[in-house]
């Protein structure tokens, strides 16, 4: 099925079978439990440095007789450790509303989720609600993981792939004769010789074009789109995803585990080599115009973008949504209390592997080791809300990129963003490859 023109990226979700546990009912229940809204008034969601940001959590009793709660509030950022709070026990008549305040001082860049919990006396199970603000994040700065032989491991990696040879099959697919492009399906050689597929769609009228990448999240079959005026479009599926799976396959979807005990067989090394062979081939292409290229992602793509950006500096623009694949030390303790059941899995497997070990594996590829490499023009959109890739670590990898670079912050989305952050992403993508209708 072909995309919308204006939805040149897909936000989809990032780990497969990564469970992330949200307690709570929709607001149309007819549940007599305690029903909890949460707020802030930090406008947009951003404060200044040294603001406080209040946050208010109401308790709706629909019961027909009073009811005793007890509420507690918890608080997680990588920029502070928040103290414990104690316990707030509330009365609440039947109909009525009470509401409880938290008052936070941002004291520094960085961000602050948090939590409030609602168990009504005798129950078992608490009603959560979770919101987050931020403060200066092009502030925010984390220390790197960058070992001392990460640039060899890079360049030994990159001899690596050009010793492949691609081997470059094109099959052209028909379409409708009101196309204003030509189809083809381009299968290539990458690292270790796997086969991976993307589909190429050219613009009838006279090159060379300026050019966009798109690649996957994570999952995602990336398809072609319905319309690229005068733009080259590869539309890229690196292994294991749409039709990169002869060589490495698409199941079970466990990828950011496979090869976890070596950095050299770790599924991203290739995956990151895909998309630097996809550029390869796309430059190795008479009607490409080399001075207008683009990489764009979201989630796990937006994740491949920033590595693409940092290991070939033939891209013009990078544009990394809703970022994956970014400091992730900061990621494991933001993820720490919730279940993420496929690592614990994975680690109990086999006693040899370890935490640590695991975060070793994952310097090499955390895209924040390589941001100081990025000098292109960079835009990033995150959710503000988002709990499978918190914003504060795409700004780990973001606030260290070199180049010209832009942000959108949207308050109230999580794993997604809405049609207001592509017409922003198009219009700058415009500036640097020109119109999408004419140069």
Sequence with gaps: MLLPKTLLCAAL??????????????????????WVTLEADAAGGLCELGGTVRFTARVQNRAEEAMAVSLRWEVASLAFEDEEREVVKMEIPAGETAAAVLPLVMEGPGFANVTVSVLEDGGTRPRRRRRRVGCAPAGIQFELSRASDFDAFWERTLEELAAVDPKVELREVPGEPD????????TLRSLGGVRVRGWLQVPRSAGPHATVLRVPGYTENMQPIDAVGNRIVFSFNIRGHGGSVEDVPAEPVDYWLRGLE?????FYRGA????VRAMDYLCSR???????????????????????????????ICLADIPWLCHWRGLMTLLIDQDVRDLAAWLAANPSRSRAGVLETLSYFDTMNFADRITCRTLMGVGLQDAICPPETSFGTFNRVKGEKDFRIYEDQGHGLAAEHYTWALAGLAEVLGSADGD
Excluded: N
């Design 13 to 34: 979700p990032l780990f497969g079978a990564l469970h992330l546990s949200v307690e709570g009912e929709t607001p149309g229940s007819t549940s007599t439990r305690p």
């Design 262 to 266: 070596d950095k050299d067989d770790y």
């Design 286 to 316: 008479d009607d490409v115009d080399q001075d207008r290229l683009a990489i764009w992602g979201a989630s796990q793509g937006g994740g491949l973008a920033f590595a693409t950006a940092a290991l070939d500096p033939r891209v013009d």
């Design 272 to 275: 990151y080599m895909d998309c």
């Design 179 to 186: 196309d204003d492009f030509k189809l083809s399906e381009v």
